[in-house]
């Protein structure tokens, strides 16, 4: 079965530096096949029948290895393909350049959903559904104040964000 792995935080500037090479060669050390990575900012794919068991030992190598630790977001295809198809936003038609995604590791408690401000960073907008956020960021994803940081504490979970043009680019390669 296929999956996709999402690291938060590698990669970013000058923090957290991990060559996509040495990542894909840690998933297989870790018992991934098939593995595959995609831009620099910690996309793999990966076959696994237990993709938690590998992530969780990727994530024991980077610590090792290179001395931060780091976070992963699981999806399958089949949720891949979910996501594609449950954005309100690209389905209003929604310019792609203004649309992103947080993945979220855990599904949000709907106390939790309570507590987000839909007002916080007007004229962006976002939807939750499932385990993902939609973003409708007119102005960019440097100017809004829906950051990760805010969905994260909100939503008690922690969340990797990815533009709607590589979600698209992962489906693709994941089909």
């Known amino acids: 079965m296929q999956h996709l792995a999402l690291l938060r935080g590698i990669n970013l500037g000058d923090k957290n530096k991990l060559p996509m090479k040495e990542l894909a060669a840690i998933f297989a050390a870790c018992g991934a096949a098939e593995v595959r990575t995609f831009q620099q900012s910690g996309n793999v794919l990966f076959a696994a029948h237990d993709p938690t068991a590998v992530s969780g030992q990727v994530l024991e190598k980077i610590a090792a290895r290179y001395s931060y630790s780091g976070r992963i977001v699981l999806r399958s295809r089949e949720e891949l393909q979910g996501a594609a198809r449950n954005n309100p936003f690209a389905r209003a038609g929604a310019p792609e350049s203004q649309l992103w995604v947080y993945f979220l590791a855990e599904r949000p408690r709907p106390a939790n959903l309570k507590l987000l401000d839909p007002l916080r960073s007007s004229p962006d ?4 559904r499932d385990r993902d956020v939609y973003l409708h960021l007119p102005g960019g994803m440097p100017q809004t104040k829906l950051s990760n940081v805010y ?22 390669l994941m089909q």
């Open 125 to 128: 907008a976002f939807a939750v």
């Open 151 to 172: 969905f994260d504490k909100t939503l008690d979970t922690f969340s990797t964000a990815r533009s709607w043009s590589t979600v698209g680019k992962l489906l693709t």
